[in-house]
């Protein structure tokens, strides 16, 4: 069975935060039936200390929050122990340095196959930010920490899922940042957006919607793939595979 989801990316989840100051709209552990925390209430994060063991393959932290300047402390305390566990350890982030340049100093203390941070660019417009992750870095601002870091000996990746603007937005975002990835740039669709909204649908955020959804066609997916499937960087997402058939995230 093809992998889908995070799966795409590890083979275990981590988390040590419940919240998350970021808020943003689209977000699927807020919109998610387990989640107990509601409305304003998710932007109010709460630390927790999930037991730390040893996996074989990819962990991924963090998949349910992010790391902000409000938890930082706790997400280097927990990301330490999944390090000192002997984990090999994906860091996932909309941070900007504050957060960033942390998070690196902590990785630089362990061999360099053992980590790699990845940066979530799902769009290139300002005013789609602030709809969508109203509360998150800019993405000029994880841009600049991608830039920082990539003078570092950390290994680098991108993560344009779920693409929230058009295909020459992200045409242009990927030319822009692959100079300082040195691994991978992960395009994808955004979906189930209706259902991970519902709890703060407007009719702005709707009419929104609508306009992501008509991007997302196998016409258009085969134009975002035909101009950037040179790219040696570029990995397809399950939701590009599975729309254009594409064997692998890698075919091109």
Known sequence: MAKT????????????????????????????????????????????????????????FPTQHDITPGNLSHCLEYLRQLLD???RVLVVTKGGEDTVVP???????????QSEIRFTLSH???????????NAPPVSCRINALVRVSNSRVR???????????????????????????????????????????WCMTPAIEAEIAKIEARQTPE???????????????MWKDSYQKMLGLSSPTAG
Request: hydrophobic share 35%.
């Open 5 to 60: 989801g995070t799966r795409e990316w590890s083979d275990f989840s981590f988390n040590c935060i419940k919240g998350c100051a970021h808020s943003c709209t689209y977000c699927y552990a807020r919109a998610s039936r387990f989640n107990t925390k509601r409305g304003a209430d998710w932007s109010n994060e709460e630390p927790y200390a999930r037991k730390v063991k040893k996996c074989v393959g990819v962990v991924m």
């Open 85 to 87: 566990a002997g984990n």
């Open 103 to 113: 998070v690196v100093e902590m990785l630089l203390r362990w061999p360099v196959e």
């Open 124 to 134: 290139w417009e300002r005013s789609t930010g602030q709809l969508w992750e109203p």
């Open 156 to 198: 680098t990746s991108v993560s344009c899922e779920p693409w929230l603007d058009d295909v020459r937005s992200l045409v242009m975002m990927v030319n822009e940042v692959s100079p300082f990835v040195t691994e991978t740039i992960w395009v994808g669709h955004a979906n189930k957006l209706r259902e991970r909204c519902k």
């Open 220 to 234: 258009v997916a085969r134009k975002v793939y035909e101009m950037l499937k040179d790219n040696p960087k570029v």
